[in-house]
Nanobody, 126 residues
Framework: QVQVEESGGGLVQAGGSLRLSCTAS???????MAWFRQAPGWEREAVAC????????YYPNSVKGRFTVSRDNAKNTMYLKMNSLKPEDTATYYC????????????????????WGQGTQVTVSS
């Protein structure tokens, strides 16, 4: 069973940058991975998704051009580089492995098999 763990959150001023990391264990071979976020009072949303080879990625319009997802399969690690951060990016960011759907237009977790991390807090001050 795949397990994932995030790191790299913190407090940053608006306009700043952060990089999150997610390390997977338990045979994540072939699995698409993603970053989701959830702010208080809001539903969890996908903000960056990537397939095993890195050929297919998904970003919602709210982060497109500012966030970049990448992965190093040799290290079983996925990254999220966040630039030009805004206060509305403040949320708990979760790593997820083994998605239900990933295309350029859709990224959805599976209720049955997606593995989730504990989350890492990102706070952007204005």
């Amino acid at each position: 069973q795949v397990q994932v763990e995030e790191s790299g959150g913190g407090l940053v001023q608006a306009g700043g940058s952060l990089r999150l990391s997610c390390t997977a264990s338990g045979f994540p071979f072939g699995k698409a991975m993603a970053w989701f976020r959830q702010a208080p009072g809001w539903e969890r949303e996908a903000v960056a998704c990537i397939d095993w080879h890195g050929y297919t990625t998904y970003y919602p319009n709210s982060v497109k051009g500012r966030f970049t997802v990448s992965r190093d399969n040799a290290k079983n690690t996925m990254y999220l580089k966040m630039n030009s951060l805004k206060p509305e990016d403040t949320a708990t960011y979760y790593c997820a492995a083994d998605l239900a759907i990933l295309t350029m237009f859709v990224c959805q977790a599976s209720q049955d098999r997606t593995a989730w991390g504990q989350g890492t807090q990102v706070t952007v001050s204005s």
